[in-house]
């Protein structure tokens, strides 16, 4: 008798959490904030207008499409890039993974 009503208040609550309202949790978004040292003085933070400490600055907020390296290019955000023959037009195939400033695919 005594295993019986052991196994049925396990039944039963077993039933209870199982049948019970799943409630999902919103995703707490979470404050990104960028620390650095720099020397006292104003920037712009124009990724197209830069200078002196500014630059270090802006490769550590911004991602560029591609990377500046010594023996050439390095592609960073993507996947392919290619020009008409007159290099007036280029087109950049961008990775899929990558996210805009405001979080969005």
């Not at 290019?73 to 996210?99: A, G, M, P, Q």
Request: aromatic letters at 12%; one cysteine or more.
């Amino acid at each position: 008798m005594k295993i019986f009503k052991l196994l049925l208040i396990s039944i039963l609550s077993f039933l209870l959490f199982a049948c019970g309202e799943e409630k999902l949790e919103e995703t707490e978004k979470v404050e990104q904030i960028f620390y650095t040292v720099m020397p006292k003085q104003e920037y712009k933070l124009n990724p197209q207008s830069y200078s002196g400490n500014e630059r270090a600055l802006l490769t550590q907020v911004f991602e560029g499409l591609t990377e500046l390296k010594t023996d050439g290019v390095r592609l960073i955000s993507v996947l392919n890039i290619e020009h008409s023959d007159d290099y007036k037009e280029w087109t950049f195939t961008l990775r899929d993974d990558l996210k805009w400033s405001d979080g969005k695919k």
